[in-house]
């Protein structure tokens, strides 16, 4: 029984690993689920077995299987193999590292594919020469791990791109795994690995998604709707880019509100994008400019503001002169109240 994949990569960085992916010799995985004590789901059509962990964590059983890919870009066809095998199939050298555990419960790092070197290193390596051609979407999930860990391409995965741009077209996993570059800690980031690895032509220019990188640096919550709605207005066809990364409605209605004159209150992502794509729309009268006109600070400053947002809710304003005659207008009949 072995600890693969991601887990093991994140844990040699010093990371902690999300989800575990254990790899069972064949035939064992049920029993093996059994024996754990937790509670799982068994997929009998794969033999694999899902466990919830006591932290809420899953840890995935699967067999130990080869791999081969009859269609590029379609999906591979396993048949049972060894721990070595299973390793052997995989996208990067830093994904092939394994830790094995012995039925005496001794620990080995398992490393057949030069990964510890290359995690050393940091630069991603493919296993062979023709990894991108048997699944073109290592490319994506590449730029994702690449900007999420730093790590950097190595020349063999440079040589690769080419290819699974030629089969992008083809590859719904391709798509898919863009979808997942929107749900990454920076999207802009792996957008812009792509871009400089020649594959720029997958996605819109990211020069919006890499504002929005700057802002989540920075502390500002961004939700992954608020990138989907950035690209979709970098798109020539936003339309379709929504339909290709099977996007849904929502970012194309962020979008649309963000565009809008309505009024939103800061920090939301309708006034984050309004702010990067329409620098010029005016952001709204703030207490200091109600103090500035003379309103004495307290309760009604509160009034005058909560009049203004009234005013803006309704699409009554729509500048900041607009505002500020407003806000005198209901200055003068207050004071003429009191
Ligand atoms: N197209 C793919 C997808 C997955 N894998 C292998 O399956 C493992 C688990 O896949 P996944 O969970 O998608 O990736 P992780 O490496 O765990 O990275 P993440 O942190 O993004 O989950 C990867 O490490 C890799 O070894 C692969 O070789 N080729
Ligand atoms: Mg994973």
Do not use: C
């Not at 952001?283 to 307290?298: E, F, H, I, N, R």
């Amino acid at each position: 029984m072995a600890l693969v994949g991601g887990a093991v990569r994140d844990a040699l960085l010093g990371h902690t690993p999300l989800d575990l992916d254990v790899v069972v010799p064949g035939g064992q995985v049920e029993a093996l689920a059994r024996a754990s004590g937790r509670p799982f789901v068994f997929h009998p059509a794969f033999g694999n077995a899902t466990l919830t962990l006591p932290d809420g964590r899953t840890a995935d059983l699967v067999q130990a299987r080869r791999e081969h890919y009859p269609v590029p870009g379609g999906n591979p066809v396993p048949a049972p193999g060894t721990l070595d095998d299973d390793l052997r199939r995989r996208d990067f050298s830093v994904n092939a590292l394994a830790l094995q555990v012995s039925p005496s419960g001794e620990v080995t790092l398992r490393d057949t594919t030069g990964g510890l070197n290359d995690l050393e290193a940091r630069v991603l390596r493919p296993l062979h020469g023709r990894s991108f051609e048997d699944d073109p979407s290592r490319l994506v999930r590449a730029a994702r791990v690449g900007a999420r860990l730093e790590l950097r391409a190595h020349p063999e995965l440079l040589a690769q791109v080419p290819a699974a741009l030629a089969l992008a077209p083809q590859t719904p996993r391709l798509w898919a795994e863009l979808k997942l570059l929107l749900q990454e800690p920076r999207p802009g980031q792996a957008a812009a690995q792509l871009a400089d690895w020649g594959a720029g032509g997958l996605l819109p220019d990211p020069a919006l998604l890499l504002a929005l990188d700057r802002l989540r640096d920075e502390g500002q919550i961004i939700p992954d709707t608020a990138y989907a709605a950035a690209l979709l207005h970098a798109a020539p066809d936003p339309a379709a880019l929504a339909r290709l990364l099977t996007l849904g409605e929502r970012p194309g209605a962020l979008l649309a509100r963000a565009l809008s004159d309505t009024f939103f209150p800061p920090g939301t992502p309708e006034r984050t994008l309004r702010a990067l794509l329409r620098p010029d729309a005016y952001a709204g009268l703030t207490g200091k400019d109600v103090l500035a006109l003379g309103v004495p600070p307290g309760r009604a400053v509160g009034a005058a503001l909560a009049h203004l947002a009234a005013l803006r809710r309704a699409g009554h304003l729509r500048s900041p002169d607009e505002e500020r005659a407003a806000l005198k207008a209901f200055v003068a009949t207050e004071g003429r109240q009191d």
